[in-house]
């Protein structure tokens, strides 16, 4: 797998380049923003690891213009206690992001998971699923709602496909971001809220599938009238 790190740090890039074609991946960097995006736009890569703070352009402008032609795998790197930046990260369609500073180790453990989300599904996947006028088709990997299709991320389809899976029964948080991400969720993650806000900006038309349970996770509604029963 071949990882671009566009980050204006190169010692932080060097380090973590060598550490992570120890772990097995192509590396490649690029330390100013324009250069950055044309290379992320370019053939051959798997995953971008993207900082905020980035001379020319910074990372926001740079996911905002990437996610008009590419749905390549985004991770950003955001600085500790920025919880803004996260959530605008999530906004525009990172699939993770990383609190800096942060062990290596740890980005290992979640470039992986995103990537497991990325890896081609087998051709022998269970049927399609119907639930409160939503139809999602793992084989094609396809959702249409109202019989209009929807254009999904790969996180926003296994969120979904989960949640109507457990259709009328309630979804934890931490099922749901171990599932994800392998890992548990903590207080001031937002990445599954902003997926699941993201979900149903793009599936109701007026009226609610996806209902929240508070301080517990998620449900999506079997009927219209489960949405608004407590």
């Known amino acids: 797998m071949h ?12 380090l973590l380049g060598e550490f992570l074609q120890r772990e097995g991946f192509t590396v490649e960097c690029e330390h100013e923003g324009y250069r950055g995006l044309e ?10 690891v993207l900082d905020v703070m980035l001379p020319g352009i910074d990372g926001f402008e740079i996911l ?3 996610r008009l032609e590419s749905k390549v795998p985004v991770m950003m790197l955001t600085a500790r206690g920025e919880d803004v930046d996260r ?9 993770d992001y ?9 980005l290992v453990a979640r470039i992986r998971a995103i990537l497991r989300r990325y890896e081609p599904r087998p ?3 269970p049927g399609r699923l119907e639930v409160n006028g939503v139809t999602l088709d793992p084989g094609t990997r396809e959702v249409f709602a109202g019989g209009v299709r929807v254009e999904l991320t790969t996180f926003e389809f296994d969120i979904l496909e989960m949640l109507m899976r457990s259709a009328g029964r309630v979804l934890s948080r931490d099922r749901l971001m171990e599932n994800l991400y392998n890992r548990k969720a903590t207080p001031f993650d937002r990445s599954i809220d902003m997926h699941i806000s993201h979900l149903r900006k793009k599936l109701e038309n007026g009226e609610s599938s996806i209902k929240t349970i ?3 996770g998620y449900q ?11």
């Open 3 to 14: 990882i671009l790190l566009v980050d204006d740090d190169a010692e932080l890039c060097s």
């Open 39 to 48: 290379r992320a736009r370019g053939a051959g890569v798997d995953l971008v």
């Open 64 to 66: 905002r213009r990437l």
């Open 87 to 95: 959530i605008v990260g999530l906004e525009l369609g990172a699939d």
């Open 98 to 106: 990383l609190p800096k500073p942060f062990n290596p180790r740890e």
């Open 123 to 125: 051709a022998a996947s």
């Open 214 to 216: 508070r301080g517990v």
């Open 220 to 230: 999506f509604c079997r009927t219209p009238e489960d949405a608004g029963a407590e």
